[in-house]
Nanobody, 126 residues
């Protein structure tokens, strides 16, 4: 498994921006796709974005397409989520996750990921 530590969460106003970072250690980072999920109380964890092992391909949830950008730095074992044009409905705990595979699948599921960070709170005020 991989050890993952998120940072960069916090409070933002609607229309503002935040950048989440995730530091990875353990198994070879560059072999695996990396993703971001989010969760609010009483709801299931939902997919936000995923990036392939090389960084050449990415997939986003419809709710964040055009506003969020996932990226990675394989030399530094880091993955990022740039969040722009934030909305109050983006408020959630955001989790970094390492996939079991390197390439993308059409609809990433929680079960496709086997390593998770502790989560970072993002709160967007209206």
């Amino acid at each position: 498994q991989m050890q993952l530590v998120e940072s960069g969460g916090g409070l933002a106003q609607a229309g503002g921006s935040l950048r989440l970072s995730c530091a990875a250690s353990g198994r070879t980072f560059s072999r695996y796709a990396m993703g971001w999920f989010r969760q609010t109380p009483g709801k299931e964890r939902e997919f936000v974005a995923v990036i392939s092992w090389s960084g050449g391909s990415a997939l986003y949830a419809d709710s964040v397409t055009g506003r969020f950008t996932i990226s990675r730095d394989n030399a530094e074992n880091m993955v990022y989520l740039q969040m722009n044009s934030l909305k109050p409905e983006d408020t959630a705990v955001y989790y970094c996750a390492a996939a079991k595979w390197g390439t993308l699948v059409a609809k990433p599921l929680v079960s496709d990921f086997d390593s998770w960070g502790q989560g970072a709170q993002v709160t967007v005020s209206s």
